[in-house]
């Protein structure tokens, strides 16, 4: 098992990066759905 | 509420093997649309989007469904907990939506395999057809990623799972 951080560490680095990438991929996603921009979901 | 040790390694058991089947089901599903895409005779393409359609209701969802229920039995039942380590919550934020984008996406995959769009495979469903390919290697990093987190367990543990900690003794956690 990891050892946790001692008590009153924040929010760990990695975990910073991971919800970075996570809200610019979300937003990405979005975008690229609301603008039309991909082929899909009975687009043809 | 912590399981018995009996109950959390069967858990354990199921929630590995589900979670490994769903990635070694996507990158089947992956190849069958690499397949699909790059074959230029309609009826082969056809008949090899009509497997992948297969592949995800009798494979890919349910594999899907177990992966999360079990996984949320594990973090329930174990001292894990859902929400005391950073690493269960970035597992959850992968697997939940990519569960959600799954069934989403199980439309075009219909699409695809239905025998009335047969002749529109080469042409107007081209882009779907790459879609798939490209939906398929996306779902593969998004359960590659869910399982480095789980053999690396990343450290960190959330305000709330300070507090638990110092409120109980803390057990040895069995999970994935």
């Known amino acids: ?44 | 509420m912590p399981m018995p040790p009996p109950l959390r390694r069967i858990a354990l058991t199921a929630h590995v093997s589900t979670s490994v089947g769903w990635f070694g089901a996507v990158a089947a599903f992956l190849a069958v649309a690499v397949a699909g895409l790059a074959t230029g005779d309609t009826d082969r393409a056809h008949g090899l989007y009509v497997a992948a359609d297969v592949m995800t209701w009798a494979v890919i969802v349910p594999l899907a469904g177990a992966s999360l229920g079990t996984g949320l039995l594990q973090s329930l039942g174990t001292s894990w907990g859902l929400l005391r380590h950073y690493w269960v919550i970035a597992k959850l934020t992968l697997t939940v939506p990519a569960t959600g984008v799954l069934l989403l996406h199980t439309r075009p995959i219909g699409q695809l395999a239905d025998p009335a769009h047969r002749t529109a495979l080469a042409g107007d469903l081209h882009g779907l057809r790459v879609q798939l390919v490209a939906d398929a290697a996306a779902a593969l990093l998004v359960l590659l990623s869910a399982t480095v987190l789980a053999v690396v367990k990343p450290r960190g543990t959330t305000a709330y799972g300070r507090g638990r900690a110092g409120a109980a003794p803390r057990k040895s956690p069995v999970t994935t």
Not at chain 1, 6 to 28: D, N, S, T, Y
Not at chain 1, 35 to 42: D, E, R, S, Y
């Open chain 1, 1 to 44: 098992m990891t050892p946790s951080p001692p008590a009153g560490a924040g929010m760990p680095r990695w975990f910073k990066i991971f919800a970075l990438v996570g809200v610019v991929l979300a937003g990405a996603f979005l975008i690229a759905h609301l603008t039309g921009n991909v082929p899909t979901h009975g687009g043809h």
